[in-house]
């Protein structure tokens, strides 16, 4: 797909969802999908390697969150893969400070080239494991948002998100259409973990057939320090 066919694609599927993009911002989503494309041929990113398909199915579903986040806002997208939802938020507001983490240090690297070919500041792809990640004094509550798309069932997610963030703050969990079960399901997890669920937003992607939602949890008070557990522990044994 050629820029001129991309960018226009783009632009129409972003004003679906009420976000404007502007030149300068539509050839960062070019070059972010062109690189995408070219790592997965060495490294699995992604299943998805259809330009069209990357345009809804990544990066206007990553920007579906958006319009939960605010300018002055730290953020951090735990499990960001080949970086969704983290970089398209990123490069839709450039005034967002942004932290990725992962654990597999070849998608850090990945990463790291789409931030450096973008020139995006104040934005930052961390190796390391979510468990470990949330324990660490540097990160631990320090966060005003945390995000995360596709990573975990939401009784694990939360185990992973929670402690990442100030009280005040809030997790932003990108699902599909089961997310009340998932709601239910986690319920006491949230709680023990400092949490309290605000909303649940379901919509339908524009332009396709698949069923989103969107689960707000707000944080109400510190995490307990014996949470997120060691390496493992949280899908192992999630909270009950």
């Known amino acids: 797909m050629d820029k001129i066919k991309f960018s226009r694609k783009l632009k129409e599927e972003a004003e679906n969802i009420s976000i404007e993009l502007n030149e300068k911002q539509l050839e960062a989503f070019y070059d972010y999908m062109k690189l995408l494309i070219e790592w997965n041929e060495k490294i699995n990113l992604t299943a998805i390697v259809d330009p069209e398909e990357i345009i809804t199915k990544h990066f206007v579903d990553s920007l579906t969150a958006l319009k939960y986040i605010e300018e002055s806002n ?4 735990i499990g960001t893969g080949a970086g969704f939802p983290g970089i398209p938020i990123k490069i839709a507001n450039r005034n967002i400070n942004m932290t990725l983490v992962d654990s597999l240090n070849k998608r850090i ?37 945390a995000i995360s798309r596709a990573v ?73 320090n014996q949470y997120p557990r060691k390496a493992g522990m949280p899908a192992k044994n999630p909270i009950k």
């Not at 730290?74 to 997208?77: C, F």
């Not at 937003?201 to 332009?207: D, H, K, M, N, S």
């Open 109 to 145: 690297n990945f990463l790291n080239e789409v931030i450096s070919k973008n020139d995006l500041v104040n934005i930052e792809a961390i190796h390391c494991r979510a468990e470990e990640f949330g324990k660490n004094i540097k990160y631990r509550e320090k966060y005003d948002i």
């Open 152 to 224: 975990a069932r939401l009784n694990v997610l939360v185990e992973y998100l929670l402690p990442t963030i100030k009280v005040g703050g809030k997790c932003i969990c990108m699902k599909g259409p089961d997310s009340e079960e998932e709601v239910n399901e986690a319920e006491k997890a949230i709680e023990i973990l400092g949490g309290k669920l605000e909303k649940i937003e379901c919509f339908v992607l524009p332009g396709t057939d698949i069923k989103r939602s969107i689960i707000i949890i707000n944080k109400i008070k510190n995490t307990p």
């Open 74 to 77: 730290s953020v951090v997208d």
